[in-house]
């Protein structure tokens, strides 16, 4: 059963921003994971595996893969039911379906994702 809904992504241009947002269940976001587990975006381009990109921990700490790190801002809110990711400076590398999950994620919980396509 699909219990995460990614949302917000599109077409835009090379250094451009755009902010992602997830819907998630309480059973997987909820305290009682989230105390557990940290909360991350991941993204898989076609033909590759998906990577993790970045991580927002119970406490609020972050953490970002070099790739994205200084571009990328992974928030959520206080209900624990949402998490966004803002990215901006955005480049043609980027473009690929964006999930959200827990971390490391659960695999039953894989929405759709939203696709990000980065061109000129």
């Known amino acids: 059963q699909v219990q995460l809904v990614e949302s917000g992504g599109g077409l835009v241009h090379p250094g451009g921003s755009q902010r992602l947002s997830c819907a998630a269940s309480?059973?997987?976001?909820?305290?009682?994971?989230?105390?557990?587990?940290?909360l991350g975006w991941y993204l898989q381009a076609p033909g590759n595996q998906r990577e993790l990109v970045a991580a927002?921990?119970?406490?609020?700490?972050?953490n970002y893969t070099d790739s994205v790190k200084g571009r990328f801002t992974i928030s959520g809110d206080n209900a624990k039911t949402m998490v966004y990711l803002q990215m901006n400076n955005l480049k043609p590398e980027d473009t690929a379906v964006y999930y959200c999950?827990?971390?490391?994620?659960?695999?039953?919980?894989w929405g759709q994702g939203t696709q990000v396509t980065v061109s000129s």
């Open positions: 309480r059973n997987i976001f909820g305290i009682t994971v989230f105390s557990i587990k940290d």
């Open positions: 999950n827990a971390v490391p994620y659960t695999d039953r919980c």
């Open positions: 927002i921990s119970p406490d609020g700490s972050t």
